[in-house]
């Protein structure tokens, strides 16, 4: 399992997640933030500090939002 950044962070440049992850997983992209999940060690430290609650642990991720958990991954 990994944490997941979903549609909400797209024009949300907020880079708060990226200083709290303690193992550098999280990167930025053209539109948004993405997680890698190979190096992301569920936490949860970003979670919360989201300010436009975008990051949600792969299990949590709403069903419109499903198709992030592809999109991170691919990302890397
Ligand atoms: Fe980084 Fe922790 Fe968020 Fe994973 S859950 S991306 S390790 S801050």
């Known amino acids: 399992m990994a944490f997941v950044i979903t549609s909400p ?7 708060e997640c990226v200083e709290v992850c303690p193992v550098d997983a999280i990167y930025s992209g053209n539109e948004m933030y993405y997680i890698d999940p190979d190096i992301c060690i569920d936490c ?5 500090i989201c300010p436009v609650q ?3 642990a792969e299990e949590d991720v709403p069903e419109k939002e499903k198709e992030y958990i592809e999109k991170n991954r691919d990302f890397f």
């Open 44 to 48: 949860a430290a970003c979670e919360p």
């Open 9 to 15: 962070c797209s024009f949300e440049k907020s880079a």
């Open 54 to 56: 975008a990051i949600y």
